[in-house]
Nanobody, 114 residues
């Protein structure tokens, strides 16, 4: 059973930065698409960013130019560098792995507030 463990969430002021990490328990990480979704209070879960095993990257329009997704296959870890954070970025951020089946982490809370 694949396990994903997110870390790096917390409270940050508007304009600040955070880096989320997601460590995977399985070697299939290197051949899987990895990514992030988020769910704000009272809203549906939405796609944030993804990176394929070949390095192709996609972002939702609202985070382009502010967030950067990357992966380290040697560490089975995907990262989400978040800069210029806005209050509307407040959400629980979930890591996922897509390799035929889809696996989810338990989420990490990001709160952007002054």
């Amino acid at each position: 059973q694949v396990q994903l463990a997110e870390s790096g969430g917390g409270l940050v002021q508007p304009g600040g930065s955070l880096r989320l990490s997601c460590a995977a328990s399985d070697r299939i990480f290197s051949i899987s698409t990895m990514g992030w979704y988020r769910q704000a209070p009272g809203k549906e879960r939405e796609f944030v960013a993804s990176i394929t095993s070949g390095g192709s990257i996609n972002y939702v329009d609202s985070v382009k130019g502010r967030f950067t997704i990357s992966r380290d296959n040697a560490k089975n870890t995907v990262y989400l560098e978040m800069n210029s954070l806005k209050p509307e970025d407040t959400a629980v951020y979930y890591c996922y792995m897509n390799n035929r089946d889809i696996y989810w982490g338990k989420g990490t809370l990001v709160t952007v507030s002054s």
